[in-house]
């Protein structure tokens, strides 16, 4: 009697094994992919709309400047587009134009940040509705060209030194020409920016009263105060500091609608 025996077909089954593996990595990466990319529009298309509406909101407050540029924020975009509801929304909105008193004042860029935003995804799709933010906080400046404009004193220069705004400016007395410098506080009082300049000297000036007095009038024609134009999204001023690129002023405001 002749007995067979047969090999188990191991090798064939670990070969099965190890390909049906790949193709499930293969499919995990491709689901991955296509996520990602999903992700990707939903946060184009919410960028495209809300900058849509930040548009109008603007126009619509007569305020000046180039299209707004907006980024969202958070990870994942996609679960924020459906659910309504955003981390960060960063508005950039340059060459933010203002009339105030008939004088044109000028922030270069002002970097506005919205958190906690609520915009239903049928809001974004219509283009009608609320889109409203939990706190809106913005930072700009005000370029030192727009402030001397405004104060009436020739050949005035202003600038910031050591964190302080200081200013200087020719002043003639008895004949002769000096240059008087002084340094200001600043502070913020409702929507205008207080400038009060003291402590202002003339190197070489003559010690008489004469010459004391032009100081003096030096010192109470640049103390005034800057109104700010109407700023964004109802946002009121919180604080100004002097840097040398002009006045830093921080604004900000809470549940407050970024669209309407």
Sequence with gaps: MTTTYYAEETRPRRRRGRRALITLLVLLIVVAGLLIVGDRVAANF??????????????????????????????????????GKYEKITIVMRDVKGDVNGDSVTLPKLDIVAHDVAASLDTLRKGTGDVVAKTVDGTGTIDYAS???????????????????????????????????????????????????????????????????????????????????????????KEVRATPEGLAVTATANDVPISS
């Excluded at 305020?63 to 990870?75: D, H, K, M, R, T």
């Excluded at 405004?150 to 002043?171: C, F, H, N, T, Y």
């Excluded at 070489?204 to 004469?210: D, I, K």
């Design 147 to 237: 402030v001397t404009a405004l104060i009436d004193q020739p050949g005035l220069k202003l600038s910031e030194r050591e964190g302080k705004l200081v200013a200087s400016a020719p002043v003639e007395v008895l004949g002769q020409r000096f240059t008087v410098n002084g340094s200001a506080e600043l502070s913020v009082k409702g929507k205008q920016i207080q400038l009060k300049f003291a402590d202002a000297t003339a190197e070489g000036l003559p010690a008489v009263p004469l010459a004391q007095q032009v100081v003096n009038n030096f010192v109470k024609q640049i103390s005034i105060n800057v109104d700010v134009p109407t700023l964004p999204f109802q946002m009121v001023l």
């Design 46 to 83: 919410a960028e495209k709309k809300i900058a849509e509406q930040v548009s109008q909101e603007v126009a619509a407050q007569n305020a000046q400047a180039a299209p707004p540029e907006v980024s969202v924020g958070g990870f994942p975009f996609l679960t924020q587009v459906l659910a």
